[in-house]
C-alpha cells in the first residue's frame, strides 16, 4: 500500500511527502519538475510526468497498479494569480486537465481516496470577517475557478463511481518543516520581505488604507508543517464510511496585517529595515480569515504554530 503525492518536489508537497514518510508510510512522488526541486524527495520513488500531458494516464495508472497505490494527495498544479489572469489557458490545461488524466488513471486504477489542494482563492472576496466553508465560493481569478473546478471534478467523480475526496482549502502557507524543503520561490509575502532585506531594498506594503486596525491588509498564515498534518488527518477521514462534508478550511482563524508581519521579521531577524506603503494590489481583500471550526471538529486538526514560530522557521532555512 502507497500513497501517490503528485507534485510532492513543492513546497507544501514535499513537507506532506516527508511527513507522511516519517510515519512509515510508504510515498510515490510524481512531478513535473517545473517548480519542484529533485532534491527535497531524494531516497523517495519518484516519477518525473507532467499530469496535462495526455500520455499521463497511462503512465499513473501503470504506476498506481505497480506500487499498489492507495490513495492520492493532488499538490501539483501553477498557482500564480498573475499569471493566471495574463495566461488563463495554460491554467486550465495544467490544472484542470492535469486533474481530469489524473482522475481518469484513479479510475482505470480502481484508486478510490483522493485529497485535493484547494485554496482559500476560491472564495473571491468574501464580505464577513471569518470565513466559513458555508460561504459562497466566488472566485476572481482563473487560478481560483481552476480550485473550485478542480472540487466539482473530484464531486462529479464522488457521484459516478465512488471516489472518495476531501477538498482542503489552504490559506497562507508559509515557513519550513526543514530547512532544506523551505520555499524557494519568491512569490509571497514573507519570502519577498526576506529577499528585500538580503538586497537590502526597501519591502512594499500594497495600501496601509484598508477598513483595518492598521490600514494593511489582514491574512491567515499557517506553518507548513501543520498544513501537511491537515493532509494525514484527510487520509484518515477517508477511512470513515460516515463523512459528512467533503471541503475543510485549512487556516488558524487568526489574521495578521501585512505590519504584523514586517515588524515580527525584524524581531526574528534583528534587523531593523524601513519599509514603503505604495498603492493597492488589485484584486486584494481587506482580510481573508479561516473559520477553522470545522476541520478541527471533524478531524481533529488544529494549527500548532504561530506567526512566530512561521518567521523564525522560514528565517533559519534560508540562512
Ligand atoms: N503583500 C505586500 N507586499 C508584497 C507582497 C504581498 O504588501 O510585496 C501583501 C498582499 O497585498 C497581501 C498579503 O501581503 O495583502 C499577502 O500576499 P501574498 O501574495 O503573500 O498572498 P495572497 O494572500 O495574495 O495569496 C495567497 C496565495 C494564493 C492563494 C491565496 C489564498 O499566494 O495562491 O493566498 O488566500 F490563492
Known amino acids: ?47 518525473r510526468i507532467d499530469l496535462a500531458e495526455p500520455s499521463a494516464v497511462a503512465a499513473l495508472e501503470a504506476l498506481m497498479r505497480e506500487h499498489s497505490v492507495d490513495s492520492v494527495i493532488h499538490l501539483a498544479a501553477l ?20 486533474q481530469a488524466n489524473l482522475l481518469l488513471a484513479m479510475k482505470s486504477a480502481g484508486v478510490k ?3 485535493f489542494s484547494s485554496s482559500a482563492a476560491a472564495y473571491g472576496i468574501p464580505d464577513v470577517d471569518l470565513v466559513s466553508e458555508e460561504e459562497a465560493a466566488s472566485p476572481i481569478n482563473p487560478y481560483g475557478q481552476t480550485k473550485l473546478i478542480g472540487e466539482w471534478m473530484a464531486a462529479n467523480a464522488e457521484t459516478a463511481w465512488g471516489l472518495r475526496h476531501v477538498n482542503l482549502r489552504y490559506f497562507n502557507a508559509a ?13 509571497n509575502l514573507i519570502p519577498i520581505v526576506f529577499e528585500a532585506i538580503n538586497n537590502k531594498s526597501k519591502p512594499k506594503v500594497y495600501g496601509s488604507d484598508y477598513n483595518t486596525p492598521d490600514g494593511s491588509c489582514i491574512r491567515d498564515y499557517v506553518h507548513v508543517l501543520d498544513l501537511a498534518q491537515a493532509h494525514i488527518k484527510a487520509l484518515d477521514y477517508l477511512e470513515q464510511d460516515k463523512r459528512e462534508f467533503n471541503t475543510f478550511n485549512v487556516g488558524t482563524g487568526f489574521g495578521s496585517s501585512v505590519i504584523e508581519v514586517l515588524e515580527q521579521i525584524r524581531e526574528t531577524t534583528a ?12 484584486g486584494d481583500p481587506a482580510r481573508l480569515i479561516a473559520n477553522a471550526s470545522r476541520i478541527e471538529k471533524i478531524m481533529g486538526w488544529k494549527a500548532k504554530n504561530s506567526l512566530v514560530e512561521i518567521i523564525d522557521s522560514a528565517w533559519k532555512a534560508l540562512s
Not at 511527502?17 to 531516497?43: H, N, P, Q
Open 1 to 47: 500500500m502507497s500513497v501517490l503525492v503528485t507534485g510532492g518536489a513543492g513546497y507544501i508537497g514535499s513537507h506532506v511527502a516527508r511527513l507522511l514518510t516519517e510515519s512509515g508510510t510508504k510515498v510515490i512522488v510524481v512531478d513535473d519538475l517545473s517548480t519542484g526541486i529533485e532534491s527535497r524527495v531524494s531516497g523517495l520513488t519518484s516519477y
Open 79 to 98: 498557482k500564480r494569480v498573475g499569471d493566471s489572469v495574463e495566461n488563463p489557458e495554460k491554467y486550465f490545461n495544467k490544472n484542470l486537465g492535469g
Open 113 to 115: 481516496k483522493l485529497v
Open 175 to 187: 515557513g519550513a518543516g526543514w530547512d532544506d524543503l523551505a520555499d524557494t520561490q519568491v512569490l
Open 271 to 282: 534587523i531593523n529595515f524601513e519599509y514603503e506603503v505604495v498603492e493597492r494590489r488589485a
